[in-house]
């Protein structure tokens, strides 16, 4: 698990998102350490939206969402998810209208 994650970070460096995917993908299937579960697929959701893959993305945010993560992480996952279905519905987002 580390080994994948650390050739994500590398991937990364390289500006290589598919490739950073792939293996923080893996990182996450492999590991067994919860904390680190939870913080990859944050990371591999952020990743996913960035690349446009939406549905993988919102899958990835709603794991974090009902898993036992930090408050600030699972916030800013709902907040994601919040605003992927909002952009789907042809909505603007506004995070100050949402929170209200």
Known sequence: AQL???????????EDIDSAIFHLQKA??????RYEKTRWTFILAQLQ???????????NYSKVVKSNAAFEMSFNANLARIKLE???SGKDFNKIATLK
Request: aromatic share 12%.
């Open 28 to 33: 996450v299937d492999f590991t067994k350490n």
């Open 4 to 14: 994948n994650a650390a050739l994500a970070q590398n991937y990364l460096y390289k």
């Open 86 to 88: 909002e952009n789907a």
């Open 49 to 59: 939206e960035e690349n446009n893959q939406l549905e993988d993305a919102y899958s």
